[in-house]
């Protein structure tokens, strides 16, 4: 799950970490006073979980606190690649003497915290790594032990010269370590971990990823989602226990398995189609999963129909074909239903579904063929 | 032959009176996997189907009935603990099922399980089975059956899919393994691709991918230079966008990295045969086997 930079923020100053000074506003008028408070020249930044949010005129530069509030007026309801922005950031425009960049990932290879580290930062740290390798410090923290006093200064001494700033700096990695563990992180940075004219290191700026995993045992990190900044469908998919994913297409796809799931929208593409969806029913069977995810895309007016692609393990085929047809007793789905299904159970979810008079296929690739065909023959 | 599990596989199920562990423990029994124990703190001394005893902990299980596989259906929680319980026991084989366990439980776990020279299969894995012999952990038995081809796999139901084609075509498996769908996983390609490698019973190897980190690219170098068995492949997600967590914690794109093209290419450049879709595997495997 993404934060938002001021959830973020929140995380990094309780550890400890010095951060410039900041406030969330939902209003103009909240930042108006906000600047004044800051000092009045300010940076007026949206907060939405979408890349680019500069390119889309979601971060302005104010002189005073009366053009922060007009930037605020335009940002605050403003669409960001499908997205409402609901709040702003609202920072003081720093001095800035240097601009380094700390990163912690979890690293699928070493399968430990990794620490990244680079004095080129406030830069796409992703282009830094393509294009200067050699500007970026790696150590990957052994998690038994936590991130060690000497690991951190060596750490910080591919960023300064300065000891004061060395120490300062190893010490902000060490809280930021904390941060990664305890909210159990899949992604930390400060980009950039500033220093002023006057020699302070501070954190201008905060990114955190949470691991979905996480959230079952830690409501109080659940609580930081903001539904308000999800496409809505997600949202309601989450909710009932599915896993969805909005895409362009008009193939609209119930699948049994992550991997299924993914092929068969890959299926659809082969034959021509676009998938309008990644949808995972997940591998317990129950029939109400099936009539939300009905319920879900039968919604998403692009859809012209839908696939179902089921291969019974642990999933009960006759529990999904009880899905379907309660779903289409509960409410009308306007475009055709494909069905392939086989595996447990798969006689009697054919009988279920002959009771209604629908069809069922055995094989996945006659089923993707058949939806695309009928989805052109509707578009 | 096969891998990881055979006829001596002696099976301890870890959460074997809860809902999913008990429904899956009695598949395994009537498949014929050797179960010789299973475990709920608390409920130990209670028999499970009339046969199998319960224990409160893996070492009872592994003292009293000599069990060296246990299988893990624990909920997220408590699973991580769990794999490091029957680690601790002597345990040489973990397979964990379970799903959604947190990623920092997992960074402390393995390094605990390497230094006890224990093999983890999983988190979020279907498990594994040999046909005919034994199966541990959740793929349906009735769709494979005993032969020559290995299969490895990072997803379940795509997993019975391929499987499903090969045996309606008269193909059978030496061992189907499902590695898992989360970041720290403690099984990874290479190391199954060395295991049918090293395996008389395994003459050709299907490995299913998916988009996601580097470990496809790996494998694919680990082909070319070590394995000199046929290696059939597939790659899941050509479709998915970008920054997109694809139900799999560990089916996620970013930026320019772990995409499928990188995945395909990859394979291609080590002589892997790659399926443009599951139902390609037969064609394949006929072509690469000479049949």
């Given at each position: 799950m993404n934060l938002h930079e001021y959830q973020a923020r929140e995380l990094l100053k309780a550890a400890g970490i010095p951060m410039a000074d900041g406030e969330v506003a939902g209003t103009p008028d909240e930042v108006l006073a906000a600047a004044k408070r800051l000092g009045g020249s300010v940076v007026v930044k949206a907060q939405v979980h979408a890349g680019g949010r500069g390119k889309a005129g979601g971060v302005k530069l104010a002189a005073t606190p009366a053009e922060a509030r007009e930037h605020a007026s335009k940002i605050l309801g403003m669409t960001i690649k499908g997205l409402t922005v609901g709040k702003v950031l609202v920072v003081p425009t720093a001095q800035i003497a240097s601009e380094c960049y700390v990163g912690l990932i979890l690293d699928r290879e070493s399968q430990r915290p990794l620490f990244m580290v680079s004095p080129?930062?406030?830069?796409d740290i992703e282009e830094v790594a393509a294009?200067?390798?050699?500007?970026i410090t790696r150590l990957a923290v052994d998690p038994r032990y936590g991130l060690m006093g000497h690991q951190a200064l060596g750490l910080a001494l591919a960023l300064y010269q300065d000891f004061k700033q060395v120490r300062a700096a190893a010490k902000i990695m060490q809280q930021l370590y904390q941060v990664f563990v305890a909210n159990g992180a899949s992604l930390a940075e400060i980009n950039p971990l500033a220093t002023t004219p006057d020699g302070t290191v501070l954190a201008l700026d905060a990114k955190v990823v949470l691991?979905?995993?996480?959230l079952e045992r830690r409501p109080d990190l659940a609580?930081?989602?903001?539904?308000?900044?999800?496409e809505p469908s997600e949202v309601e998919a989450r909710e009932a226990g599915l896993t969805f994913i909005k895409l362009d297409g008009n193939v609209g796809c119930v699948v049994n398995g992550a991997g299924l799931a993914m092929a068969t929208m890959d299926l659809v593409k082969y034959y021509g189609g676009e998938p309008a969806n990644f949808l995972d029913i997940g591998g317990s069977s129950n029939p109400e999963k099936v009539v939300n995810a009905l319920r879900i895309i039968t919604?998403?007016?692009?859809?012209k129909v839908i696939l179902f692609n089921i291969f019974g393990g642990i999933t009960r085929t006759d529990d999904v074909a009880n899905g379907i047809v309660a779903a289409t007793k509960a409410f009308e789905v306007p475009v055709p239903i494909v069905i392939r299904l086989t595996g447990t159970n798969e006689d009697v979810a054919l009988q279920i579904l002959e009771g209604v008079g629908m069809r069922a296929q055995k094989d996945m690739d006659d089923a993707v063929k058949q939806a695309v065909a009928l989805a052109k023959e509707a578009a | 032959m096969s891998i990881f599990v055979d006829e001596n596989t002696r099976l301890v199920v870890q959460g074997i009176t809860g809902r999913d562990g008990s429904f899956h423990a009695k598949q395994m029994l009537a498949y014929g996997?050797?179960?010789?124990a299973g475990v709920t703190p608390g409920k130990g001394g209670q028999t499970f189907e009339g046969k199998v005893p319960v224990f409160h902990t893996v070492a009872e299980a592994v003292a009293k009935?000599?069990?060296?596989t246990a299988v893990v259906y624990v909920p997220p929680g408590l699973a991580a603990g769990a794999v490091a319980e029957a680690v601790d026991a002597g345990i040489g084989l973990v397979v964990c099922i379970t799903e959604g366990i947190p990623v920092v439980d997992m960074t402390r776990t393995m390094p605990f399980v390497r230094e006890r020279g224990a093999r983890l299969i999983g988190p979020n894995c279907p498990g594994l089975i040999t046909p005919g012999v034994a199966k541990v952990?959740?793929?349906?038995?009735?769709i494979c059956a005993p032969g020559r081809v290995g299969l490895v796999s990072r997803s379940g139901t795509l997993t019975y899919e391929v499987v499903n084609h090969l045996t309606r075509n008269g193909i059978g498996q030496s061992t189907c393994v499902g590695i898992g769908?989360?970041?720290?996983?403690?099984?990874n390609f290479i190391d199954v691709l060395a295991a049918f490698q090293a395996d008389?019973?395994?003459d050709l190897i299907v490995m299913m991918g998916e988009i996601g980190g580097t470990d496809e690219q790996k494998a694919a170098e680990f082909v070319k230079a070590n394995v000199t068995k046929p290696v059939v492949g597939f790659i899941a997600g050509q479709t998915a966008p970008p920054?997109?967590?694809?139900?799999?914690?560990?089916?996620i794109v970013s930026g320019s990295s772990g995409t499928a093209a990188e995945k395909i290419a990859a394979f291609q450049a080590a002589g892997i045969s790659v399926?443009?879709?599951?139902?390609?595997v037969v064609r394949l495997v006929r072509e690469r086997l000479g049949k």
């Amino acid at each position: 799950m993404n934060l938002h930079e001021y959830q973020a923020r929140e995380l990094l100053k309780a550890a400890g970490i010095p951060m410039a000074d900041g406030e969330v506003a939902g209003t103009p008028d909240e930042v108006l006073a906000a600047a004044k408070r800051l000092g009045g020249s300010v940076v007026v930044k949206a907060q939405v979980h979408a890349g680019g949010r500069g390119k889309a005129g979601g971060v302005k530069l104010a002189a005073t606190p009366a053009e922060a509030r007009e930037h605020a007026s335009k940002i605050l309801g403003m669409t960001i690649k499908g997205l409402t922005v609901g709040k702003v950031l609202v920072v003081p425009t720093a001095q800035i003497a240097s601009e380094c960049y700390v990163g912690l990932i979890l690293d699928r290879e070493s399968q430990r915290p990794l620490f990244m580290v680079s004095p080129a930062g406030g830069v796409d740290i992703e282009e830094v790594a393509a294009k200067t390798p050699e500007k970026i410090t790696r150590l990957a923290v052994d998690p038994r032990y936590g991130l060690m006093g000497h690991q951190a200064l060596g750490l910080a001494l591919a960023l300064y010269q300065d000891f004061k700033q060395v120490r300062a700096a190893a010490k902000i990695m060490q809280q930021l370590y904390q941060v990664f563990v305890a909210n159990g992180a899949s992604l930390a940075e400060i980009n950039p971990l500033a220093t002023t004219p006057d020699g302070t290191v501070l954190a201008l700026d905060a990114k955190v990823v949470l691991d979905d995993n996480e959230l079952e045992r830690r409501p109080d990190l659940a609580a930081l989602r903001d539904s308000s900044a999800e496409e809505p469908s997600e949202v309601e998919a989450r909710e009932a226990g599915l896993t969805f994913i909005k895409l362009d297409g008009n193939v609209g796809c119930v699948v049994n398995g992550a991997g299924l799931a993914m092929a068969t929208m890959d299926l659809v593409k082969y034959y021509g189609g676009e998938p309008a969806n990644f949808l995972d029913i997940g591998g317990s069977s129950n029939p109400e999963k099936v009539v939300n995810a009905l319920r879900i895309i039968t919604r998403d007016p692009s859809v012209k129909v839908i696939l179902f692609n089921i291969f019974g393990g642990i999933t009960r085929t006759d529990d999904v074909a009880n899905g379907i047809v309660a779903a289409t007793k509960a409410f009308e789905v306007p475009v055709p239903i494909v069905i392939r299904l086989t595996g447990t159970n798969e006689d009697v979810a054919l009988q279920i579904l002959e009771g209604v008079g629908m069809r069922a296929q055995k094989d996945m690739d006659d089923a993707v063929k058949q939806a695309v065909a009928l989805a052109k023959e509707a578009a | 032959m096969s891998i990881f599990v055979d006829e001596n596989t002696r099976l301890v199920v870890q959460g074997i009176t809860g809902r999913d562990g008990s429904f899956h423990a009695k598949q395994m029994l009537a498949y014929g996997t050797r179960i010789v124990a299973g475990v709920t703190p608390g409920k130990g001394g209670q028999t499970f189907e009339g046969k199998v005893p319960v224990f409160h902990t893996v070492a009872e299980a592994v003292a009293k009935a000599a069990a060296n596989t246990a299988v893990v259906y624990v909920p997220p929680g408590l699973a991580a603990g769990a794999v490091a319980e029957a680690v601790d026991a002597g345990i040489g084989l973990v397979v964990c099922i379970t799903e959604g366990i947190p990623v920092v439980d997992m960074t402390r776990t393995m390094p605990f399980v390497r230094e006890r020279g224990a093999r983890l299969i999983g988190p979020n894995c279907p498990g594994l089975i040999t046909p005919g012999v034994a199966k541990v952990g959740i793929i349906p038995g009735q769709i494979c059956a005993p032969g020559r081809v290995g299969l490895v796999s990072r997803s379940g139901t795509l997993t019975y899919e391929v499987v499903n084609h090969l045996t309606r075509n008269g193909i059978g498996q030496s061992t189907c393994v499902g590695i898992g769908g989360d970041p720290i996983i403690g099984t990874n390609f290479i190391d199954v691709l060395a295991a049918f490698q090293a395996d008389p019973g395994t003459d050709l190897i299907v490995m299913m991918g998916e988009i996601g980190g580097t470990d496809e690219q790996k494998a694919a170098e680990f082909v070319k230079a070590n394995v000199t068995k046929p290696v059939v492949g597939f790659i899941a997600g050509q479709t998915a966008p970008p920054g997109r967590r694809m139900g799999h914690a560990g089916a996620i794109v970013s930026g320019s990295s772990g995409t499928a093209a990188e995945k395909i290419a990859a394979f291609q450049a080590a002589g892997i045969s790659v399926m443009e879709r599951p139902a390609d595997v037969v064609r394949l495997v006929r072509e690469r086997l000479g049949k």
